[in-house]
């Protein structure tokens, strides 16, 4: 590499030495596929052509012209600090300042507090549980909580992180070293930066251990009145138990002798009907037995008055007729009377079975009335089990809503821990506090009554060869600007960020600030080196070698700031 130490030709830049060992990367990194090394003397010829094609100059549009007062490639510093399993990101310059929103938890002291003197007192308990129903539903209050100088920011810390691991860089301690903007945070301050941030981690895990010992206390505390309310069940069951087994054999007893009474009774309506229904059917039967022999003399009679009818006997036609008038007189009274037997029949049936109803209903009714009394206990002692069951489940249910509240509260502080410890940490593991120097490049433009700064961030060069082939039909065409923005492009959006907007944005708000840069700026202006000239030629053609630039604009460039 052919980059000129500016500490070789410059004097020392009054500021502190910083002794420890640090990692200053390159600015340009080539792509992989590219074949040809991009020099250092490609790098100043590109970046001035850059620089100059933002330069304003005299024309219809503008009345004043700019000139460039420095040219300078310095380095900014950021500290990799390693704690732990950790490795903190810290902006040695103090520009990049972090806020978290801080969420304040409630009082889980006075909580567990809370809980712990309830163990005693069931109701005491539960209206502990009621008055804190909502104590864990959300944080409290939010405030801003400074990190410092730490870099919370996954896209940058990548970036960076990406930028030392994959290119070469060198190794130094930066001594004698002008380029480098003199840090406001040295080695023993970037670790009490990080510090902060480990800190408020702790603090974060303190308060997610706080939370789980309040779950711990709340679990504990709902076993012991689980417990208790268990023992009470145990104890009720034994009691009443106890007392069924005392009147069990009483009852059984009582509903024994009720059975027998029952079944003598029942006997004797058995016995007292049947022996009317007795009476009854013999009687019915002698009239169906009449019934039956009216029926043969009427027949027998018929056939009689049939045969005289045939004699024409008319004297004994009329005799056999009224006979046969007074057999059916008789049939008839007889079948009425059968009717009315069987009509008395059915009736007692009835009524035996009524009264056997009756006496059942009444004798079961005075079973169930003896029974009742080992019921009404086994439904007493049910309902009173039921019933602290039923505590227990509302003990639970009061409980694990109190814990997932907790559990959510947990959760969040856990996904902020996270998210901050990724956004903030790089998966790296120096021994030590390791000062990385990136590059940076600072053109300052000024005219007669004002001036003004341009920065270029890291870049990446891309295979020229490749670029080329796409555009090699229209290159001409383009400006020189787009020639040189296809050739270099910027290694990361969220680095040349940091120059262009957090860096430049510092500088014009913070006047000592700025004059410290533009002192740095003036002691490594690349314009005053003494070989600028060889280096710029060299650049300039193997460029234009590339077509990146034409033999016209090589000259316009040597011209404005080598000539003879």
Not at 185 to 201: C, G, M
Request: proline share 3%.
């Amino acid at each position: 590499m052919n980059e000129v130490e500016p500490s070789k030709m410059l004097k020392d830049f009054d500021k502190p030495v910083i002794s420890h060992e640090s990692l200053i990367l390159p600015y340009a990194v080539e792509d992989i596929k590219r074949k040809k090394p991009f020099t250092y003397d490609m790098e100043v010829a590109a970046i001035l052509c850059l620089a100059e094609t933002k330069r304003k100059k005299l024309g219809i549009l503008s009345t004043s012209q700019e000139r460039i007062s420095f040219f300078s490639k310095l380095y900014y510093p950021i500290w990799a600090v390693g704690l732990g399993d950790m490795c903190l990101v810290v902006d040695g310059l103090g520009i990049v300042s972090n806020n978290v929103t801080y969420k304040k938890p409630p009082d889980v002291k006075l909580f567990t507090e809370d809980v712990k003197s309830s163990t005693s007192v069931r109701k005491l308990f539960q209206s502990t549980l009621k008055s804190h129903a909502h104590t864990f539903k959300n944080f409290i209050g939010e405030t801003q909580v400074s990190l410092g100088a730490v870099i919370v920011d996954k896209q940058l810390t990548s970036a960076l992180f990406e930028y030392i691991k994959q290119e070469k860089f060198s190794r130094g301690n930066m001594k004698e070293r002008n380029s480098l903007i003199p840090p406001k945070i040295d080695a023993t301050a970037a670790h009490e930066e990080a510090q902060k941030l480990v800190t408020y981690l702790r603090q974060i895990q303190s308060e997610i251990k706080g939370f789980q010992y309040a779950i711990n206390v709340l679990e504990e505390e709902i076993k012991i009145h689980e417990q208790k309310i268990l023992c009470e069940i145990e104890h009720a069951r034994e009691m009443y138990e106890s007392e069924i087994l005392r009147i069990k054999p009483v009852v059984e007893k009582n509903v024994e002798q009720l059975i027998i009474k029952r079944d003598i009774e029942i006997n004797k309506t058995f016995h007292a009907f049947d022996k009317q229904l007795n009476l009854t059917f013999n009687e019915k039967e002698r009239h169906e037995k009449r019934l039956q022999k009216l029926e043969r003399n009427k027949d027998r009679l018929q056939k009689r008055m049939d045969a005289c009818k045939r004699k024409k006997n008319k004297s004994s036609v009329a005799r056999w007729g009224s006979d046969i008038k007074n057999c059916k007189a008789e049939i008839s009274e007889t079948k009425k009377r059968i009717r009315v037997l069987s009509q008395q029949i059915e009736y007692i049936n009835k009524e035996k079975d009524e009264t056997v109803k009756k006496l059942n209903e009444e004798y079961q009714a005075a079973i169930d009335h003896e029974k009742k009394k080992i019921t009404d206990i086994e439904d007493i002692r049910d309902t009173e089990i039921e019933t602290k069951q039923g505590e227990i489940e509302e003990l639970k249910s009061q409980t694990g809503s109190i814990i997932n509240q907790i559990k959510e509260l947990i959760e969040n502080k856990q996904v902020q821990a996270s998210k901050l410890k990724e956004n903030a940490s790089i998966s790296w593991k120096p021994n030590e506090n390791i000062l990385v120097c990136v590059p940076f490049y600072l053109i300052r433009y000024e005219t007669e009554a004002k001036f003004r700064y341009l920065m270029y961030a890291p870049m990446l060069v891309k295979n020229h060869e490749g670029v080329l082939k796409k555009i090699q039909k229209t290159i001409w065409s383009f400006s020189l600007e787009s020639r040189i923005k296809h050739l270099l492009q910027p290694k990361s959006e969220t680095l040349t960020k940091m120059f262009t907007s957090i860096l430049l944005k510092t500088m014009r708000e913070d006047k000592a600030f700025e004059e410290t840069v533009h002192g740095m700026g003036s002691l490594n202006n690349i314009l005053k080196f003494p070989n600028l000239r060889e280096t710029l030629i060299r650049g300039l053609e193997e460029l234009k070698n590339e077509r990146w630039v034409d033999a016209e604009e090589e000259n316009a460039i040597i011209n404005t700031y080598v000539p003879y």
